[in-house]
């Protein structure tokens, strides 16, 4: 009987095969969290203290495939099939995350400094107190995760044949390659008390 091994494979051709890997990844997270997101709004008795860190979650995995980074950044006018809805929609929860989950910038934001007083006594006794306000809008409503759903569906169907063609052209390249060189690249094994959160990645 034979045993299969497998090595990494340690070469620049392959970071693009891995990079799509790690975006697959987050859409399917994206999925699951609009799942558990749509669970609750479909409760009878709705659990709601879960609807904005979910709503959170899925905003940030959903756009984060088109988020600058070491990772390859991924085009939304590669993906086949979206009708101009589906990118007005796109381009919205880029916004929500860029203008809003990331970085305090719209009005989905307020913070005031707030002046209380008697209004009858105002010209008497002045401003009694100074108190602040604030108030956000994270929430992702049930037609939006149903969108989500929908459009990373169709990103992942795009991905999904980019990985096949990258796999294929990746094979042709490595058996090229000297075995002794490709079995070199050992097994990449990834110690979370030994690694450094500042630290930036290997592109």
């Given at each position: 009987?034979?045993?299969?091994?497998?090595?990494?494979?340690q070469?620049?051709?392959?970071?693009y095969?891995?990079?799509?890997?790690?975006?697959?990844?987050?859409?399917?997270?994206?999925?699951n969290?609009?799942?558990?997101l749509?669970?609750?709004y479909r409760?009878?008795?709705?659990?709601?203290?879960?609807v904005?860190?979910?709503s959170?979650?899925?905003?940030i995995k959903y756009?984060?495939?088109?988020?600058?980074?070491?990772?390859?950044?991924?085009?939304?006018d590669?993906?086949?099939?979206l009708?101009?809805?589906?990118?007005?929609?796109?381009?919205?929860?880029?916004?929500l995350r860029n203008?809003?989950i990331?970085h305090?910038?719209?009005?989905?934001?307020?913070?005031?400094?707030?002046?209380y007083?008697?209004?009858?006594?105002?010209?008497?006794?002045?401003?009694?107190k100074?108190?602040?306000?604030h108030?956000?809008?994270?929430?992702?409503?049930?037609?939006?995760?149903?969108?989500?759903?929908?459009?990373?569906?169709?990103?992942?169907?795009?991905?999904?044949?980019?990985?096949?063609?990258?796999?294929?052209k990746?094979?042709?390249i490595v058996?090229?390659?000297?075995?002794?060189?490709?079995l070199?690249?050992?097994i990449?094994?990834f110690d979370?008390?030994?690694a450094?959160?500042?630290?930036?990645?290997?592109q």
């Amino acid at each position: 009987m034979a045993t299969y091994k497998y090595v990494t494979v340690q070469m620049k051709e392959a970071k693009y095969l891995a990079d799509l890997r790690g975006i697959k990844s987050d859409l399917e997270a994206a999925i699951n969290f609009c799942k558990c997101l749509l669970h609750i709004y479909r409760e009878e008795k709705q659990d709601l203290k879960l609807v904005e860190p979910l709503s959170i979650a899925i905003i940030i995995k959903y756009c984060r495939p088109f988020a600058t980074g070491v990772r390859e950044k991924l085009s939304i006018d590669c993906v086949p099939g979206l009708t101009v809805d589906e990118l007005k929609e796109h381009n919205n929860f880029l916004a929500l995350r860029n203008k809003h989950i990331a970085h305090s910038v719209n009005e989905f934001e307020e913070n005031e400094v707030k002046a209380y007083y008697n209004d009858e006594r105002v010209y008497i006794d002045g401003i009694l107190k100074i108190e602040l306000g604030h108030r956000k809008l994270i929430s992702i409503s049930g037609k939006e995760a149903e969108t989500i759903i929908v459009l990373s569906k169709k990103i992942i169907d795009y991905i999904n044949l980019e990985i096949k063609a990258e796999k294929a052209k990746l094979l042709e390249i490595v058996r090229t390659q000297p075995i002794d060189e490709i079995l070199r690249g050992g097994i990449t094994i990834f110690d979370p008390k030994k690694a450094n959160v500042d630290k930036r990645r290997k592109q």
